[in-house]
């Protein structure tokens, strides 16, 4: 990696290219109930100064507890800690603070079952049928249950796995998280919900426990907020090591916060009348609303930390936070371009935070590019288990790095969606849009993608496009349109 790809961010740019506004929101926070409907208010915050990522070296642990959160569309500077000017998130942030920032991660796709494939299987979402599906939005798909993912290997090698929250990796009867490795599952099977009602966007009502379905009208975040509680409550005092995908539809769409029933009515009784698209709220939400939701993700957050603590458990969990892909509509993108289902920056850099209290140092931030299929490698090693060699993995373990101190490899990330591509090799990013230009950025002095180098560097844009084409042509096709 280039020394210009690793130079620390200012005081100024702290957060990841935002305000100096942003080290502040990292102080000192109060503590939440486990069980209780929202998080205690943070004390007054105090200053905050990050420090580069160093590995500690020489330092003994047992496997740890592997907690992983997905948000649902949350944008890149959605959270304090990376920038954003209105949304306050303390509870994130104590994670930040507590851990390592990572301010160059990404999304293995650009929406949320590709990604969600590139995480549960190691792979590109290309090299699966399922994965195909840009997102999948009907029955003829799923993650096939024949093939090797996070929780099967995590489970053969002694982890009590469970999953909570949104799947979106197929329907019954054929895919399910208890047919692809979760020994537990409950949460919904689609790609959005509405929050109360729980229907579908066919008017399919989308809660389940297992494979039945589970009847309970409140609002959804509460829900899966409770069940993790609970989860990681049972699991205090086990041998087993464990992992928990927790995975929060907030702050996806219809745009419901907690104790918007009025609201939540109207769009049901749509959903209910067979009209499409409803659920899509085009014609609801705000900056105010999703501010509102944010937030209470946020809260959320907190009381599944705390239950940690007071259980016992926070020193030997790596607990893992980031969102699924960019963000839509109402997300604080700046200073990036492009949103969800766009392979501009801002529709796969995401905030990601990492700690785990016995290996890793607080406090500390990363500017390394990684990105999804890294995480499932590097998880597979922490936890002890074996990739299948009739499936390798396309990440790059990333536990050398952050434990040890290992220099990464040089290495290429590589993304593809129908009618756009994107490569990043060091500080370079190669992109084509769906107007099919090739561009090229160099991220570090550009991460707004408006200087196109092109033309400048023609031949670094033929090897890199060369090296995109080389992987393309081991992935599948896609379906006629």
């Not at 009348?273 to 609801?284: F, I, P, S, T, V």
């Not at 040089?410 to 500080?427: C, H, K």
Request: some cysteine; overall charge neutral; glycine content about 12%.
């Amino acid at each position: 990696m280039s020394d210009t790809a690793r130079r620390p961010l200012s005081r100024r740019t702290f957060g990841g290219l935002a305000g100096a506004g942003a080290a502040a929101a990292l102080g000192g926070l109060g503590t939440v109930a486990a069980g209780t409907a929202a998080a205690a208010e943070p004390a007054a915050p105090a200053a905050y100064e990050e420090r580069p990522f160093r590995a500690a070296p020489g330092r003994s642990a047992r496997r740890p507890n592997i907690l992983f959160i997905l948000g649902d569309d949350l944008g890149w500077a959605d959270l304090s800690s990376y920038g954003s000017p209105d949304i306050r998130t303390p509870h994130l942030d104590r994670l930040a603070r507590q851990g390592v920032r990572f301010t160059q991660a990404y999304s293995g796709s650009a929406t949320c079952s590709p990604t969600r494939f590139s995480l549960y299987t190691g792979r590109y979402p290309g090299r699966t049928k399922g994965g195909l599906a840009e997102p999948i939005a009907d029955r003829s798909v799923g993650l096939d249950p024949h093939h090797p993912t996070l929780a099967s290997l995590l489970r053969d090698a002694g982890y009590a796995t469970a999953l909570i929250g949104k799947w979106h990796c197929g329907y019954l009867p054929d895919y399910s998280p208890t047919r692809s490795g979760w020994d537990t599952f409950f949460g919904n099977l689609g790609g959005a919900l509405e929050y109360y009602s729980k229907l579908g966007p066919a008017g399919e009502y989308d809660l389940y426990e297992g494979d039945a379905q589970y009847k309970d009208l409140r609002y959804y975040t509460r829900i899966l907020t409770e069940r993790a509680v609970d989860h990681v409550t049972a699991r205090a005092g086990e041998q087993a090591p464990w992992l928990l995908n927790l995975n929060f539809t907030t702050p996806h769409w219809p745009w419901i916060a907690d104790g918007d029933e009025a609201e939540s009515a109207k769009i049901t009784a749509r959903i209910r009348a067979g009209e499409k698209g409803a659920l899509n709220h085009r014609d609801g939400g705000s900056l105010a609303k999703y501010k509102e939701m944010v937030e209470d993700l946020d809260r959320s957050m907190g009381q599944v930390l705390d239950t940690l603590r007071r259980t016992g458990q926070e020193r030997d969990t790596l607990v893992f936070f980031a969102s699924d892909n960019g963000g839509e509509r109402w997300s604080h993108q700046w200073p990036l371009s492009g949103n969800k289902a766009s392979l501009q920056e801002g529709g796969i850099r995401v905030p990601t935070l990492v700690r785990w209290p016995a290996r890793l140092d607080a406090g500390q931030v990363s500017h390394e590019p990684v990105y999804t299929p890294d995480w499932t490698a590097t998880l597979l090693e922490i936890a002890g288990a074996r990739a299948d060699r009739r499936y390798p993995l396309d990440g790059t373990s990333l536990a050398g790095h952050l434990l040890r101190g290992e220099r990464l490899p040089e290495r290429d990330l590589f993304w593809r969606v129908r009618g756009e591509r994107a490569l990043r090799r060091g500080d370079w990013k190669y992109y084509r849009g769906k107007g099919g230009t090739d561009q090229l950025f160099d991220l570090t002095a550009d991460p707004r993608e408006q200087a196109d180098r092109a033309g400048a560097e023609q031949a670094l844009l033929r090897e890199l496009r060369t090296a995109w084409e080389r992987v393309d042509a081991t992935l599948l096709l896609y379906p006629a349109a």
